[in-house]
């Protein structure tokens, strides 16, 4: 098993596009949580999803969204975007939807906006 | 709410000698705490979590409860630690991480 698969790893785009991210949890897993993590922070919870539904969502705007599909791979949508939303988007998986046992993260998308 | 404090941006220190990373949290629940490392080049990965009370890599830590801390220590360092540390609290679907201590062993 590879772990945490996110795509692209690098990405620049311009203020007022869309953008979308993309994880494929390890084989198994059924939760998985986005991440944004700016410079000299530690990361921030976005989403997490469990079972292909929404079970918890940071304070994030509604430009952000995601999505699990049936295979537990998910999207990280962003639109609208601005400057400050230049981060390392985390995805990280884990076997419950209650935290308390190990996350497993990706290597991470960095999006650059201009 | 969850809020997980790391008062230390920066810490370096020598060869052999002991660290202690400090952790402060904030809960009302019970709390799962972790800690997670990021190894340079590298995905951050969980190091220890408090419930399983054992040492990783020499490292070792212990929550208080009463003080709302979870430090970590290790007795002698190696250069091999050098690295990012997050403190993590788990919570009913989310973890809350501090704002990582960036450790630096040297020879």
């Known amino acids: 098993d590879a772990g945490v698969t996110q795509s692209p790893t690098h990405l620049i785009k311009t203020r007022g596009q869309h953008v979308t991210l993309r994880c494929s949890p390890i084989s198994g897993h059924k939760s998985v949580s986005w991440y944004q993590q700016v410079l000299g922070q530690g990361p921030q919870f976005i989403f997490q999803?469990?079972?292909?539904?929404?079970?918890g969502r940071g304070n994030f705007p509604d430009r952000f969204s995601a999505r699990q599909f049936p295979n537990y791979s998910s999207e990280l949508n962003v639109n609208a975007l601005l400057l400050g939303d230049s981060a390392l988007y985390l995805c990280?998986?884990?076997?419950?939807?209650?935290?308390?046992?190990?996350?497993?993260f990706g290597q991470g998308t960095r999006l650059t906006v201009v | 709410a969850q809020r997980v404090t790391q008062p230390e941006k920066l810490l370096s220190v020598f060869k052999g000698a002991p660290v202690e990373l400090k952790c402060n949290y904030s809960?009302?629940?019970?709390?799962?705490l972790f800690w997670y490392v990021q190894y340079s080049r590298q995905r951050l990965q969980l190091l220890l979590r408090h419930i399983s009370r054992e040492s990783i890599k020499g490292f070792t830590a212990d929550l208080n409860k009463g003080e709302t801390s979870f430090h970590l220590k290790k007795p002698f360092a190696q250069e091999e630690d050098s690295a990012m540390y997050y403190c993590?609290?788990?919570?009913?679907?989310?973890?809350?991480f501090g704002a990582g201590t960036t450790v630096t062993v040297r020879a």
């Open positions: 990280a998986s884990s076997w419950e939807r209650i935290m308390n046992t190990e996350a497993f």
């Open positions: 993590a609290l788990g919570g009913d679907y989310k973890l809350s």
């Open positions: 999803y469990y079972e292909k539904e929404e079970r």
């Open positions: 809960y009302s629940g019970s709390p799962e």
